[in-house]
């Protein structure tokens, strides 16, 4: 379990009763209060099997209602709450530490409504991204993000994670793009921010409490959101490249002459992609080479994008940045390459015990931390894969090793967060804090922010019932 791995204490919260079973039972259908154990494991073990909780018992809830009654009265038993979504969260954000109550949306899945002229959508927070994309796209209109989870992850976790993804680059974070929410406190008390407006200057902008507070502020219900215009022309180029120094000069070059058609600029170091590729018996389009380059582009005009991106490739190789590339515009080549780039989070997984890292660390700086773990672990059997979004200067580091050991986790935390400080980067650049990290935010908040985080948990949580021992390193007392 995660409190004897990670050696946590449980907090004075409630013991949930036969009584609270039976109440819940009067709001929800019976099917959906889930006790039976074998029922409610999965739900206690995060995807990347880091951490285990306790709980005794998941709900489901349908409407925004059930939601408000079941955390009003979790509240006055200050009865613990775990919100989760499709439990693809990789810092143990969405699986209870003890007996949380799970609060589930996998049944709260309804599409509300389309614009499709401002292309403002509003949906249910329990919504699988990739259903959402799926159904926009037949309006010709995509989701302002993508990750490798979509088929997984819901809108209302991605809000709560702030997730960032594959097409950051040029459709922005989710501060942006969420247009309004409903959320409900930890007092039950239903908040209205739900608006398609893309300007609403009137006071506090309350929805950005939401959006990457992972379930510890309150508990996102209904989301709008900002969907862009289904690009006419996507192409993809996939590039061999030798050192990374070569991937920072691509990236320069893809910005002033590929320009406004840039979508994507995602690198994968040879480590990565070769184990990917032979753990998950996937095809390489290119063979074998130190570093490899996704570049993506989103145009309007088939023609004029893919004849840009094959210059850049042209230009790339006779200037030798670029060793060997492919570029195609045919959805099943794009669609293939790009699985190979979303399988690396799960590829480690078959090798051993994986440690995860997501970081924001300056550009220049970007694959230092790989190079100097390789060299940390010299003396050990571990591998590490080095990948990510160039784009958001967003590196995710994988240590992969035959089994976890404590002292293997000493040697690489808090190391590996003390150089991400020494580079002014973040200890955690689009996965969130969850369970994993509150003891080494510091190292990216200064004691004034985590001070006012403190005081905006107080106020909208005093009984610390959301989602505890995530995020914050010490909630005022409960
Ligand atoms: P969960 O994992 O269920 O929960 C995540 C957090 O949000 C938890 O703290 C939970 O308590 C809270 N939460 C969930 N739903 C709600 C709600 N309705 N209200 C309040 N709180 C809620 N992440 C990226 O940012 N970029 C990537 O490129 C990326 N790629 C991934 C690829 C793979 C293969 C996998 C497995 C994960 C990847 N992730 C990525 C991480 C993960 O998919 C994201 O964090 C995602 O946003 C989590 O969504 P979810 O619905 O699974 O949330
Ligand atoms: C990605 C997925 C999770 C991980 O692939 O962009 O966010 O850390 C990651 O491998
Ligand atoms: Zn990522």
Redesign the pocket.
């Known amino acids: 379990f995660s409190s004897e791995k990670y050696g946590v204490k449980r907090k004075s919260f409630g013991v949930i009763q036969p009584t609270d079973i039976d109440y819940f039972k009067t709001i929800l259908s019976e099917e959906r209060v889930v006790t039976d154990e074998s029922d409610v494991l999965p739900f206690n073990i995060?995807?990347?099997k880091n951490c285990r909780g306790q709980s005794k018992v998941v709900l489901k809830p349908k409407t925004t209602e059930e939601v408000s009654k079941i955390l009003s009265y979790c509240n006055s038993k200050r009865l613990a709450v775990?919100?989760?979504?499709?439990?693809?969260?990789?810092?143990g954000?969405?699986?209870p530490v003890f007996d949380e109550i799970v609060?589930?949306?996998n049944l709260?899945n309804n599409i509300i409504s389309l614009d499709e002229i401002s292309g403002a959508l509003v949906c249910e927070?329990?919504c699988?991204?990739e259903n959402l994309d799926n159904y926009v796209r037949d309006h010709n209109l995509i989701m302002p993000?993508?990750?490798?989870?979509?088929g997984?992850?819901?809108?209302?976790?991605?809000?709560?994670?702030?997730?960032?993804?594959?097409r950051?680059l040029r459709y922005g974070n989710l501060h942006g793009s969420v247009l309004g929410l409903e959320?409900v406190k930890a007092d039950g008390t239903i908040l209205d921010c739900l608006r398609t407006l893309k300007k609403d200057n009137t006071g506090y902008h309350l929805k950005h409490l939401?959006i990457g507070?992972?379930?510890?502020l309150?508990?996102?219900?209904k989301v709008a959101i900002h969907c862009p215009a289904l690009p006419k022309a996507v192409s993809l180029g996939f590039f061999g490249v030798k050192n990374f120094e070569n991937i920072l000069e691509l990236y320069k070059r893809a910005k002033s002459s590929l320009g406004e058609i840039l979508s994507a600029f995602e690198m994968a170091d040879n480590e990565s992609i070769s184990s990917t590729v032979k753990n998950l018996k996937l095809s390489n389009p290119i063979s074998d080479y130190p570093f490899y380059v996704l570049v993506e582009t989103h145009g309007s005009d088939e023609v004029h994008d893919s004849e840009k991106l094959s210059r850049f490739l042209s230009e790339g190789m006779d200037s030798g940045l670029i060793l060997d590339g492919t570029v195609t515009s045919e959805p099943a080549k794009m669609k293939n390459i790009w699985n190979i780039r979303?399988?690396i989070?799960?590829a480690g997984l078959l090798e051993g015990y994986t440690f995860k890292y997501?970081v924001s660390i300056p550009l220049r700086n970007y694959y230092e931390l790989v190079e100097l773990l390789r060299k940390r672990l010299r003396d050990h059997t571990a591998k590490v894969y080095g990948y990510g979004?160039v784009g958001d200067g967003n590196i995710?580091i994988n240590v992969i090793v035959p089994e976890y050991t404590k002292q293997l986790y000493s040697i690489l935390e808090p190391y590996i967060f003390e150089e991400v400080a020494k580079f002014r980067g973040s200890i955690s650049?689009?996965?969130?804090v969850?369970?994993r990290k509150p003891q080494f935010i510091h190292y990216s908040k200064d004691e004034s922010a985590l001070q006012l985080m403190r005081d905006m948990k107080k106020s909208m949580d005093p009984n610390g019932i959301?989602?505890p021992y995530?995020?914050l390193p010490d909630v005022p007392n409960i």
């Not at 775990?82 to 810092?91: A, Y």
């Not at 993000?145 to 979509?150: E, F, H, R, V, W």
């Not at 997984?152 to 594959?166: K, W």
């Open positions: 995060d995807w990347i775990c919100p989760q979504g499709g439990n693809t969260g990789l810092v954000g969405s699986v609060l589930n949306f709260m927070s329990g699988v991204l993000l993508d990750l490798g989870a979509k997984s992850c819901h809108i209302g976790g991605n809000i709560s994670t702030n997730a960032g993804g594959l950051l959320a939401f507070s992972e379930g510890t309150g508990v996102v219900t979303e399988s989070a799960g997501d979004h995710h650049a689009e996965h969130g969850g369970f959301l989602n995530k995020v």
